[in-house]
């Protein structure tokens, strides 16, 4: 894959600027691995210390899910201390520890009194490392190095989006913000498990070795982009054809969310209303291959005449079911993560952790969604997007463009 920054290529299909740029977004974390296996090691002497490692480095959305206590295959040594709109710093002791998105006052005070406060890059919150005016202030106009000790990069542009498009003017298409924040949230895991267990090779090859496991089945995502493009097609005629398009994620709701009312995702993603007479579409992202309730919904609206779309894992843990949600649907997806806890394991800990489900399904939602957006354009009929609301002027870009969606409908 090229390095170069795949949103100024005209030449590539969507579906492959994105997922360019989501394999470019773990190859710069690759290139911190040094500091990342630093900090898990630090976490790891601190719970061992008898103090506590917490995480608020879940601003946007699937990072909300994605860090929560209970995500499976999450080893539970980090705690969580809230999230946008509600950081609680005032837990936090001397000798403690935070991987956190918030710039804030609070967040300045706890470094002061002792706390160790790792910034984490995020495209929501303004830094250093952006041009000036295009992201809104922070609070006291803090930038990152005036509250933490130490800056992690989740290595996601701080537009976010992957894609560009002339017909689609002032935004960036696709959001990859949970691609970065996410992998690093599961990278620092295998770490810390692997140095408070004292696992052979440490924290480093942790760290490494669940990067690499990602890397290889983002890239393994090749292998469907002459199906996505089909599916894609099919998607926009029947969006044309006044179609809705809605998303659900039923056991592990993070899916669904990082795709609708999001920076850089389109606006008809469950926002027009659903008629079973007509040619709609569903999208299912699953992290199991035959989630009862995942399973029911999809033959339910596929008998009513949708169109419908599942991304999900082909197995779980070896075992195959004999009616999964992947032959269910239309067209189905493999996000190449068959474990039920995740893709790292110590000797005496008896669940495996640090999932990859969330991060390639995602990533290849995101795809698919990117592709339905380029073959809208060839259509003639550009999609609105939303623009993110901490961007300057975010709020008056969405404001003026809402009504025309409305009365187009995509």
């Given at each position: 894959?090229?390095?170069?920054d795949?949103?100024?290529?005209?030449?590539?299909?969507?579906?492959?600027?994105?997922?360019?740029?989501?394999?470019?977004?773990?190859d710069r974390?690759?290139?911190?691995?040094?500091?990342?296996?630093?900090?898990?090691?630090r976490?790891?002497a601190?719970?061992?210390?008898?103090a506590s490692?917490?995480?608020s480095?879940n601003f946007?959305?699937?990072p909300e899910?994605e860090?929560?206590?209970?995500?499976?295959?999450?080893?539970?040594?980090?705690?969580?201390?809230?999230?946008?709109?509600?950081v609680?710093?005032?837990?936090?002791?001397?000798?403690d520890m935070?991987?956190?998105?918030?710039?804030t006052?609070?967040?300045r005070e706890?470094?002061?009194?002792?706390?160790?406060?790792?910034?984490?890059?995020?495209?929501?919150?303004n830094?250093?490392?952006r041009?000036?005016?295009?992201?809104?202030p922070?609070?006291?106009?803090?930038?990152l190095?005036?509250v933490?000790?130490e800056i992690l990069?989740?290595?996601?542009?701080y537009e976010?989006?992957l894609?560009?498009?002339?017909?689609?003017?002032?935004?960036?298409l696709?959001?990859?913000?949970?691609?970065?924040?996410c992998a690093?949230?599961?990278?620092?895991?295998?770490?810390?498990?692997a140095?408070?267990?004292?696992?052979?090779?440490g924290?480093?090859l942790?760290c490494?070795?669940?990067l690499?496991?990602?890397?290889?089945?983002?890239?393994?995502l090749?292998?469907?982009?002459?199906?996505?493009?089909?599916?894609?097609?099919?998607?926009?005629?029947?969006?044309?054809?006044?179609?809705?398009?809605?998303?659900?994620s039923l056991?592990?709701a993070?899916l669904a969310?990082?795709?609708?009312?999001v920076e850089?995702?389109?606006?008809?993603?469950n926002s027009t209303?659903?008629?079973?007479?007509k040619?709609?579409?569903?999208?299912i992202?699953a992290?199991?291959?035959?989630?009862?309730d995942?399973?029911?919904l999809?033959a339910?609206?596929?008998?009513?005449g949708?169109?419908v779309?599942?991304i999900?894992p082909?197995s779980?843990?070896?075992?195959?079911?004999?009616?999964?949600?992947?032959?269910?649907?239309?067209a189905?997806?493999?996000?190449?993560s068959?474990?039920?806890?995740?893709v790292m394991?110590?000797?005496g800990?008896l669940?495996?952790?640090?999932?990859?489900?969330g991060v390639v399904g995602?990533?290849?939602q995101?795809?698919?969604c990117a592709?339905?957006?380029?073959?809208?354009?060839?259509?003639g009929?550009?999609?609105?997007f939303?623009?993110?609301?901490?961007?300057?002027?975010?709020r008056?870009?969405?404001?003026?463009?809402?009504?025309?969606?409305?009365r187009?409908g995509?």
């Amino acid at each position: 894959m090229s390095k170069a920054d795949p949103r100024d290529s005209e030449r590539l299909a969507f579906m492959e600027r994105y997922l360019r740029g989501s394999l470019l977004i773990l190859d710069r974390i690759g290139s911190d691995l040094g500091q990342i296996e630093a900090l898990s090691r630090r976490a790891a002497a601190v719970i061992q210390g008898g103090a506590s490692v917490y995480a608020s480095m879940n601003f946007g959305h699937l990072p909300e899910y994605e860090t929560a206590p209970v995500r499976r295959g999450n080893p539970g040594l980090i705690k969580e201390h809230g999230g946008w709109g509600g950081v609680d710093f005032a837990r936090l002791r001397t000798g403690d520890m935070v991987f956190t998105n918030a710039c804030t006052r609070q967040a300045r005070e706890a470094r002061e009194r002792g706390v160790y406060v790792v910034a984490v890059t995020s495209s929501y919150i303004n830094n250093e490392f952006r041009p000036p005016s295009i992201t809104c202030p922070n609070e006291d106009g803090l930038l990152l190095r005036d509250v933490a000790n130490e800056i992690l990069h989740n290595q996601a542009h701080y537009e976010q989006g992957l894609c560009c498009a002339p017909e689609i003017p002032g935004v960036t298409l696709c959001p990859s913000s949970a691609t970065g924040t996410c992998a690093l949230f599961w990278m620092l895991n295998a770490g810390i498990v692997a140095a408070v267990d004292r696992q052979d090779g440490g924290a480093a090859l942790a760290c490494a070795s669940y990067l690499s496991i990602l890397h290889r089945r983002v890239t393994a995502l090749e292998m469907h982009l002459e199906k996505i493009q089909k599916t894609a097609i099919l998607m926009a005629e029947r969006v044309l054809d006044r179609g809705a398009w809605h998303t659900r994620s039923l056991e592990y709701a993070g899916l669904a969310s990082e795709l609708h009312g999001v920076e850089c995702g389109p606006m008809i993603i469950n926002s027009t209303d659903w008629n079973s007479a007509k040619p709609n579409v569903l999208l299912i992202n699953a992290i199991s291959p035959s989630d009862p309730d995942e399973l029911k919904l999809a033959a339910q609206k596929r008998d009513e005449g949708a169109y419908v779309v599942a991304i999900a894992p082909a197995s779980l843990d070896g075992a195959t079911p004999g009616c999964r949600l992947l032959d269910v649907a239309d067209a189905g997806f493999d996000n190449v993560s068959p474990e039920l806890g995740g893709v790292m394991r110590t000797q005496g800990r008896l669940d495996a952790n640090c999932p990859t489900s969330g991060v390639v399904g995602n990533i290849l939602q995101q795809m698919l969604c990117a592709q339905w957006t380029d073959e809208m354009i060839r259509k003639g009929a550009p999609p609105f997007f939303f623009k993110g609301i901490n961007q300057v002027g975010g709020r008056a870009f969405n404001a003026e463009r809402k009504p025309l969606f409305e009365r187009r409908g995509y």
